[in-house]
């Protein structure tokens, strides 16, 4: 997708309004309560309670209680029957000495978006996270997918609702946040592109807060790449050109067995705004349809990436429908329902989905190795909903 930027006033109006309302075989299962059942393998590591043995609260294989290894002592964390470095050897945190991180380690995250709201929804599902996290051995980080701060962003790095609508409300979570921007982050028309400059500078200021540049990538983590998009500015066609060269060589230079991009909005949903190219179910101009959008995502994405992750409708869904080619499957999944929720609208009949709900704010939790990513959606309360696997 190469074109030249568009504006147009009475196009922002008519998002801003709109927006008020609001290859690999996989198995799942649809259920309440505990979450360990038996596609959750990933998440407890046995068929019991949480922990990874065969017993119970200890996390290790030992038969004992309180240590986290495996190996009868206490409080080394590994599995040796020395200290501190986790795995077998000394000091280098893999299985095998070269430091690169072992095959099989296991990645534990959460993604939600559009919870910037300060309300109680974002407290409730804040402590369900917090709860499932600890109950789970603890998650590395969240990835945070836009719509910040309701409605209109935040007005200097200084502004409250850092506080009110993000630091007081994840106060008990302690992992990073990875940021990526939303409409709202934009401003009530999404388009005041000075409104990232204060995210990005709050990085300095906060613990947990990540949020490096407009787009960037995450690389940090075993298995798995992640590249995080700006989609508020391909709706406009603004810098579009700059996002797509970013992104394919980003896509290209990873050699991590999973990649996952993650943006505010949606390439499928049953939401209010529906499916990218035809937003809002109209199909013109295309600063409403999200025509940019889409034809970004089928020439970046689409076998490009094995997951895409989004939110900007306010509910939890994973549709059916995918995109790529015989090399690499890529998947689609809504989850913006971080404070709050809007109904189902399934413009045009709808997409078929795997599992949806938008009657509960909640979120997306997700365990992966290098051969599976385990999906897991919860509500605010901590119950488990759906779960669902993608194996390479």
Same mark, same amino acid.
């Given at each position: +997708?190469?074109?030249?930027?568009?504006?147009?006033?009475?196009?922002?109006?008519?998002?801003?309004?709109?927006?008020?309302?609001?290859?690999?075989?996989?198995?799942?299962?649809?259920?309440?309560? /505990?979450?360990?059942? /038996?596609?959750?393998?990933?998440?407890?590591?046995?068929?019991?309670?949480?922990? &990874?043995?065969?017993?119970?609260?200890?996390?290790?294989?030992?038969?004992?209680?309180?240590?986290?290894?495996?190996? &009868?002592?206490?409080?080394?964390?590994?599995?040796?029957?020395?200290?501190?470095?986790?795995?077998? /050897?000394?000091?280098?945190?893999?299985?095998?000495?070269?430091?690169?991180?072992?095959?099989?380690?296991?990645?534990?995250?959460?993604? +939600?978006?559009?919870? $910037?709201?300060?309300?109680?929804?974002?407290?409730?599902?804040?402590?369900?996270?917090?709860?499932?996290?600890?109950d789970k051995g603890g998650c590395e980080f969240v990835l945070y997918l836009g719509d910040n701060f309701y409605d209109d962003g935040v007005s200097s790095v200084d502004d409250d609702q850092f506080q009110t609508k993000f630091e007081m409300p994840y106060a008990d979570l302690t992992m990073p946040f990875w940021i990526a921007m939303g409409n709202h982050d934009y401003g009530t028309l999404s388009f005041a592109w000075e409104k990232a400059a204060?995210?990005?500078?709050?990085?300095?200021?906060?613990?947990?807060?990540?949020?490096?540049?407009?787009?960037?990538?995450i690389d940090q983590y075993p298995n798995v790449d992640f590249f995080v998009m700006d989609t508020t500015r391909l709706m406009w066609d603004h810098e579009t050109n700059d996002q797509q060269d970013w992104l394919d060589g980003a896509i290209q230079a990873s050699d991590?067995?999973? @990649?996952?991009?993650?943006?505010?909005?949606?390439?499928?949903?049953?939401?209010?705004?529906?499916?990218?190219?035809?937003?809002?179910?109209?199909?013109?101009?295309?600063?409403?349809?999200?025509? *940019?959008? @889409?034809?970004?995502?089928?020439?970046?994405?689409?076998? @490009?990436?094995?997951?895409?992750?989004?939110?900007?409708?306010?509910?939890?869904?994973?549709?059916?429908?995918?995109?790529?080619?015989? !090399?690499?499957? *890529?998947?689609?999944?809504?989850?913006?329902?971080?404070?709050?929720?809007?109904?189902? !609208?399934?413009?045009?009949?709808?997409?078929?989905?795997?599992?949806?709900?938008? *009657?509960?704010?909640?979120?997306?939790?997700?365990?992966?190795?290098?051969?599976?990513?385990?999906?897991?959606?919860?509500?605010?309360? $901590?119950?488990?909903?759906?779960?669902?696997?993608?194996?390479?």
């Amino acid at each position: +997708m190469r074109r030249s930027a568009l504006s147009c006033l009475a196009f922002a109006l008519l998002l801003a309004c709109a927006d008020d309302g609001a290859a690999g075989s996989t198995d799942e299962t649809s259920s309440s309560g /505990d979450g360990d059942g /038996d596609t959750a393998e990933l998440g407890d590591g046995d068929g019991d309670t949480g922990d &990874g043995d065969g017993d119970t609260g200890d996390g290790d294989g030992d038969g004992d209680t309180g240590d986290g290894d495996g190996d &009868g002592d206490t409080g080394d964390g590994d599995g040796d029957g020395d200290t501190g470095d986790g795995d077998g /050897d000394t000091g280098d945190g893999d299985g095998d000495g070269d430091g690169d991180g072992d095959p099989d380690t296991l990645v534990r995250f959460i993604a +939600m978006g559009d919870a $910037g709201e300060g309300n109680t929804g974002q407290y409730n599902v804040a402590a369900a996270i917090e709860a499932i996290c600890a109950d789970k051995g603890g998650c590395e980080f969240v990835l945070y997918l836009g719509d910040n701060f309701y409605d209109d962003g935040v007005s200097s790095v200084d502004d409250d609702q850092f506080q009110t609508k993000f630091e007081m409300p994840y106060a008990d979570l302690t992992m990073p946040f990875w940021i990526a921007m939303g409409n709202h982050d934009y401003g009530t028309l999404s388009f005041a592109w000075e409104k990232a400059a204060y995210e990005i500078e709050y990085t300095d200021y906060s613990d947990k807060w990540t949020m490096i540049d407009k787009w960037y990538a995450i690389d940090q983590y075993p298995n798995v790449d992640f590249f995080v998009m700006d989609t508020t500015r391909l709706m406009w066609d603004h810098e579009t050109n700059d996002q797509q060269d970013w992104l394919d060589g980003a896509i290209q230079a990873s050699d991590a067995p999973w @990649k996952i991009a993650i943006g505010h909005h949606p390439y499928y949903s049953n939401g209010a705004h529906g499916n990218a190219g035809n937003y809002e179910n109209l199909p013109w101009p295309p600063q409403a349809s999200g025509e *940019t959008v @889409k034809e970004v995502m089928d020439e970046s994405l689409c076998g @490009k990436v094995d997951l895409y992750l989004s939110g900007h409708d306010h509910n939890r869904q994973w549709p059916q429908g995918t995109c790529g080619n015989n !090399e690499m499957t *890529t998947n689609f999944i809504v989850s913006g329902a971080g404070c709050k929720t809007t109904e189902f !609208e399934h413009h045009g009949g709808g997409n078929d989905v795997y599992w949806e709900d938008d *009657t509960t704010p909640g979120f997306l939790l997700l365990e992966l190795t290098s051969t599976q990513i385990y999906t897991a959606f919860y509500d605010e309360n $901590g119950n488990l909903e759906f779960e669902r696997t993608i194996t390479k």
